[in-house]
């Protein structure tokens, strides 16, 4: 192994070079010491026959042990047979069970910042994929204030990860446990500071992942979601939360298919069968911080458009452009807030991107320009694929793509062909090409000269392949049967997409599959942007790392079921608020099955505080748009949707500062508020969640249910609709619930901007600013309201915005104006202050006698119809 610094940005190692040549050891590997194995317990064990079919003689010819496990695995995975305790120096001199071994390994190791490591070990001979995406910052020189330690033992190989700060160990492969890295396949092992481990996505599971012997697979596929089955992306990125309440994150930059499995030493080990290992550490110490970390790495979240933020309205099986309109204005005629009209692939004709159908959808170019005229917006479904059998010069988007020669290949070099929703046959742009950024931007202006749509719903993306492979199946070769398989759904790495020696420009299918979406988002964000000139609204289903900075996610098709509503929860607002995809939700009422009106009631109320908030189902289904279901759903989704407009400027607000410093945007896990994580109560709540710092949510999950009980940690919490306030040492309480409402609690402590809600955000920015301010325990609150024109392109960037500041302490609420510009709020209507415990006599606003109401039940103070402009410092003072 050669260990390398470069003493502009990478760690000074006085050692030298030590070269590992494994073909010069013995041809037979020793015999396993089992006096050594069998003080193993079976929480210790390292697995050394990952794949299946190991037995006795399979393990000791790897000069491993075979133990029959004690337990009875309760999950995926089972408590390995075949184990080793380390891998000694001795036995690294034997060549591994994988063919290929990469004989000489380069470990690099960077001090890219005060706190983050960068550790990759590359084959310095060999060429290998690595992955391009994301776009990591390049760091040309050393950090100074290291917050860690890289610890090496130059004469043993492996290192240690610790924080200064407490000496806690973040990452260990001393000696190197079960490390492996041949061509195929590629393993790192370590033990872990605790069991509280958060991230490693897509899965549907609970938030706090289990270590009791799980298997994480990551493969970008297209299934309904379920347990135990790879889904639409892949996040190999994990939150460790440790012992001493401090946390730390890792993230594995591979794009390749891989396992990570959590054992209950505590350890991880990670299994992947190409690219490199390539390893970030996050050293927080808070989870906030270690967001942050993670992200100014990956990407900062965009800032998304604030028309995105409305209520969305969708369904495949609109047939006809009549029964698109019918739908939308019943629901409009109900008093439902809507911003946005999308359509699925119905609209097209024939099921061909690019096009739409004349006669059932005729009129939709000015169906479109009238949702403009009304303030409201228009998003079509674009899929990757592209029709291959059309009559040679009558579709475009097909000959033009021959043309520019930006299709992915197969291996005799023609273009890859398989089948999706076209009548016949597909062909797929390759969107590493270069020249496919032209391609796909031409393709969605000529649309877009027809359609004026605001926003790209890109799906199928994994990719996904009705074939398994093309029609007749894909070459054989170890690309599709590789030595060790990830437990990828189907059984086969080619299932039900493209055979993995297809060609990209970027390489081998087999090594950008997982990139495949991620790419055309970037692709189709950039497009947009040219087209409108404004910010795109992009919803992509198949991500990996780093996505968030350029589009937006939903949950694929989950089932319409109360399981389903929880795990939208679950799987995707908590976990990929981990991720950096802050603009995030799930098919509101469900995708798959029929929803029913209990369900659909729930999930309404649920779904308007999804970030991303659309009602959307299966063509084979019955219709589930709010009036669809009844009165009693009209009346729940008015009311919270109602809400949730008059909230868009705290949400907003926290979009922003996504945005700029990577803070969670929404669906922040309890513990992640830096005041909670010393309450090892919070680290597995996972039904009930929080808007940024101050706004908990807490949905109704199970069937019959009037009232739910909700975990609150310490402080003063109060209740959004009464105002009252509910004083808690960190305790649950039984919240009422009743049909058409859905429990919500302001935290004390802050100052939450709002708007009177209208039908649309068009007309519901044009409002007046409202400030509600919740005391904590010392009557302190503070806040932010962000403000820019909602759909311009930098307005951050450009300085085209304006930032104010609330802050609160007893008897007095003063705004500090941090930065203007020419686009200022609209001024400021009312002030509610919770939490007042004595009477208020006197109100003053900039000096002046000011009058007011105070409700001495709800001890909470309103001072209302001010118009106060905000190009000056305000000072509200009560006595």
């Excluded at 050669?2 to 000074?12: A, D, K, L, Q, T």
């Excluded at 929880?566 to 990929?576: A, G, P, Q, R, T």
């Excluded at 509600?772 to 009557?779: V, Y």
């Excluded at 304006?802 to 200022?824: A, H, K, T, W």
């Amino acid at each position: 192994m050669v260990y390398e610094h470069h003493s502009s940005y990478g760690h000074r190692m006085n050692v030298k070079n030590a070269e590992l040549h494994k073909s010069e050891g013995p041809t037979t590997t020793p015999k396993p010491d089992y006096n050594q194995c069998k003080l193993l317990h079976d929480s210790d064990k390292f697995d050394c026959f990952p794949e299946d079919g190991s037995n006795v003689d399979s393990c000791e010819a790897r000069g491993c042990c075979w133990i029959p496990a004690k337990t009875k695995p309760k999950n995926v995975d089972t408590p390995p047979q075949c184990a080793i305790l380390l891998l000694s120096p001795e036995l690294q001199a034997y060549r591994t069970a994988y063919p290929e071994d990469v004989e000489i390994l380069k470990m690099i190791v960077k001090h890219e910042t005060d706190s983050r490591l960068h550790i990759k070990f590359v084959d310095p001979v060999n060429f290998r994929f690595e992955s391009f995406y994301p776009e990591v910052p390049i760091v040309d020189r050393s950090a100074v204030n290291l917050s860690y330690i890289f610890e090496m033992d130059v004469f043993k190989p492996g290192f240690r990860v610790v924080r200064k700060t407490d000496n806690t160990t973040i990452f260990d492969s001393n000696n190197f446990i079960n490390l492996i890295y041949s061509n195929q396949f590629l393993q790192i092992s370590t033990r872990l500071p605790s069991h509280y481990i958060y991230g490693l996505g897509e899965h549907q599971t609970g938030l706090l992942l289990s270590t009791d012997w799980t298997r994480y697979t990551m493969f970008n596929h297209d299934g309904i979601p379920d347990f135990n089955k790879n889904l639409y992306g892949s996040h190999p990125f994990y939150l460790a939360l440790e012992n001493s309440t401090n946390s730390h994150g890792v993230f594995f930059l591979n794009s390749n298919a891989m396992d990570v499995v959590l054992q209950p030493t505590p350890a991880v080990t990670f299994r992947t069968i190409g690219g490199v290992l390539d390893l970030y550490f996050f050293m927080g110490p808070t989870p906030g911080d270690v967001i942050s970390q993670y992200t100014e790495l990956v990407g900062r979240p965009y800032m998304p458009p604030y028309w995105g933020l409305g209520f969305h309205l969708c369904r495949f099986g609109y047939k006809t452009l009549a029964e698109t309109r019918a739908v939308m204005q019943r629901n409009i005629d109900a008093g439902i807030p809507l911003d946005t009209q999308w359509n699925d692939l119905d609209y097209m004709n024939n099921s061909n991107d690019f096009t739409y159908d004349k006669e059932n959808f005729k009129g939709l170019p000015e169906f479109v320009k009238e949702l403009h005229t009304r303030g409201m917006h228009y998003i079509p479904l674009i899929d990757p694929g592209v029709s291959a059998s059309e009559k040679p010069g009558t579709y475009p988007p097909y000959d033009i793509g021959i043309t520019m020669d930006i299709f992915v290949k197969n291996s005799s070099e023609q273009p890859f062909i398989g089948k999706v929703w076209n009548s016949e046959s597909t062909v797929w742009p390759d969107f590493t090409h270069p020249n496919t950024v032209d391609y796909w931007t031409s393709m969605l202006k000529n649309l877009h000269k027809e359609i004026p749509f605001d926003g790209a719903w890109i799906d199928m993306n994994e990719p996904s392949n009705f074939l398994s492979g093309s029609f007749d199946g894909c070459p054989k070769s170890t690309l599709e049967s590789p030595p060790y398989l990830p437990a990828v759904d189907g059984g086969v790495i080619n299932y039900k997409t493209m055979c993995m020696s297809a060609k990209h420009y970027a390489g081998l299918h087999y090594d950008v599959h997982n990139l495949y979406g991620f790419t055309e988002a970037i692709v189709t964000s950039f497009a947009m942007a040219e087209i409108r000139g404004k910010r795109p609204m992009v919803i992509s289903r198949s991500t990996f790392s780093g996505h968030g900075h350029y589009a937006g996610h939903w949950s694929g098709d989950v089932w319409s079921a109360w399981i389903g509503m929880k795990y939208s929860i679950l799987v995707k607002l908590l976990s990929f608020s981990l991720y950096g995809v802050p603009l995030m939700g799930a098919d509101i009422c469900g995708f798959n099955g029929n929803t029913s009106q209990e369900l659909c009631n729930r999930w309404m109320q649920l779904g308007a505080f999804y970030p991303f908030s659309r009602n959307h189902n299966t063509d084979d289904g019955n219709e589930q748009d709010p009036v669809a279901m009844g009165d009693q759903v009209v009346a729940s989704s008015k009311k919270a949707l109602t809400v949730r407009y008059s909230l868009l400027p705290y949400l907003y607000t926290l979009f922003y500062n996504a945005h700029v410093s990577g803070e969670t945007v929404r669906t922040t896990t309890i513990f992640r508020v830096s005041k909670f994580t010393r309450d090892v109560n919070t680290y597995d709540i996972d039904h009930e969640f929080l808007w940024g710092p101050a706004l908990l949510i807490i949905p109704v999950l199970e069937v019959n249910k009037m009232s739910i009980t909700a975990y609150l940690p310490a402080g003063i919490w109060y209740d959004f609709y009464s105002k009252t306030g509910i004083r808690s040492g960190g305790s649950n309480f039984t919240i009422a619930a009743p049909l058409d409402t859905i429990p919500l609690l302001i935290r004390g402590g802050y100052v939450i901007p709002q708007q009177t809600p209208k039908q649309t955000t068009t007309e519901s920015r044009k409002g007046k600013i409202k400030l509600l301010a919740a005391s904590d325990e010392n009557g302190l609150a503070s806040g932010q309201l962000y403000w820019d024109d909602g759909d311009s392109l930098n307005t951050y960037e450009e300085k085209r915005y304006s930032l104010i500041d609330f802050q609160m302490s007893p008897g007095v609420l003063r705004s500090n104006n941090i930065y203007l510009s020419s686009e200022i709020p609209p001024n400021l209507d009312c002030v509610t202050v919770l939490g007042i415990e004595k009477p208020v006599t006197e109100v003053t606003v900039n000096g002046l006698a000011q009058a007011f109401r105070f409700d001495t039940v709800h001890k909470y103070l309103m001072v209302d119809n001010l118009d106060i402009l905000f190009e000056k410092p305000l000072i509200i003072i009560w006595k």
